[in-house]
């Protein structure tokens, strides 16, 4: 395995984490824009990264069931964020799990970016189109508008 898989630090070495790497060091979430390894010395600021599915599915395309399985791992982590604090999804699986993990009904929150949602205990979910390859090729996602979200993001978040 290469990327993710063999430094623990998600969209390492993808396509995905090119932007969202450079992003967050442009608007103050990390301490470089590249995460190429474990032994970088790239640190998150304010913020984590983790995944909605812990598995590889293939062609990077969770079945409901992988989703559903790896949700209890993600409601662990989401029991972290701080009062205030803000989770990002980046795109309609991460942002189904997310209310999957907080067993909220996934019909009364419908995906769109840019759009926010309040969670139990005083959190939010901020919606964002994944920055995956497609998404920014056909500019369903420029990295203006994936900018503004993560500025939105930190602002929500340090207000």
Known sequence: MHGANASGRPFTGDFAGILLYKCLFEVGLSSAPESAHSNDGLRLLGCRITNAVKCLPPKNKPTTKEIINCNTYLKEELASVPKGGVVLGLGFIAHQAVLRAYSLK?????????EIFELPGRRWLLDSYHCSRYNTQ?????????????????NLAFA
Do not use: N, Y
Request: glycine share 8%; hydrophobic share 40%.
């Open 138 to 154: 056909t500019k369903r996602l420029t990295k203006e508008m994936f900018q503004r979200v993560l500025i939105r993001a930190k």
């Open 106 to 114: 996934l019909s009364s929150f419908h995906f769109g970016h840019g």
